[in-house]
C-alpha cells in the first residue's frame, strides 16, 4: 500500500478507537444525569454483544475503501453502538455494579480486539494494531472500576471489624 494510504489507514483506525474507547465514555460520564441517557440505555446482555457485533461488521466493511460518505455514516452508527455499549457502565438506568461493570469491560477488551486482530490477518497490520493500541482505554477503565470495588470492599470490610 501506498505510504500516503497506510498513514491515513492507521489515523483513521486510531481516531476510530479513541472515540469509541475515550471520548464516548467521557462524554456519558460528563453529561450522565441527562434524562436522554436513560432513555437510550438497554440491558448490558443486549449492549455488549450487539456492539461487539457491530463493531466488527463496520471495522472489517471499512477496509473495502468505499467513499468518504460511507466512512463517515459507518463512524456515526459505530458512534451511537459505543453510546449503547457504555451506558451500562457509566450511565444510571440498567447500570451494572462495580463487580459486573469490570466483568462486563474485561469481557469487552478480547471481543472489540478481534476485529484488529482479524485486520492484521488479512494484511492491513498497521490499521489493525492502531485499533487494537487505541481501545486500550477501555482496560484502563476496567482495572479504575476494579481497583475501586476492591478497595470500597475492603473499606467495609475494615469498618465491620471489632474495635481495634
Given amino acids: 500500500m501506498h505510504q500516503y ?27 450522565r444525569h441527562r434524562a436522554v441517557w436513560s432513555r437510550l440505555s438497554v440491558p448490558a446482555a443486549a449492549a455488549l454483544p450487539g456492539f461487539a457485533a457491530l463493531h466488527a461488521v463496520i471495522a472489517l466493511a471499512g477496509q473495502r475503501g468505499d467513499s468518504l460518505v460511507t466512512h463517515v455514516l459507518l463512524e456515526m452508527l459505530l458512534l451511537g453502538g459505543a453510546v449503547l455499549f457504555w451506558l451500562p457502565v457509566l450511565g444510571e438506568r440498567h447500570r451494572l455494579s462495580d463487580p459486573a461493570r469490570s466483568v462486563y469491560l474485561y469481557l469487552a477488551m478480547p471481543l472489540l480486539d478481534l476485529p484488529g486482530v482479524a485486520m492484521v490477518a488479512l494484511g492491513h497490520v498497521a490499521g489493525g494494531l492502531a485499533m487494537i493500541t487505541a481501545m486500550l482505554p477501555i482496560g484502563l477503565a476496567a482495572l479504575r472500576i476494579t481497583w475501586r470495588w476492591v478497595t470500597t470492599e475492603e473499606r467495609l470490610a475494615q469498618a465491620q471489624l471489632p474495635g481495634e
Avoid at 22 to 29: G, K, M, N, R, T
Wanted: glycine share 8%.
Fill in 5 to 31: 494510504g497506510m498513514d491515513a489507514e492507521v489515523a483513521a483506525m486510531a481516531v476510530s478507537g479513541l472515540l469509541v474507547s475515550a471520548v464516548v465514555p467521557a462524554a456519558i460520564h460528563a453529561t
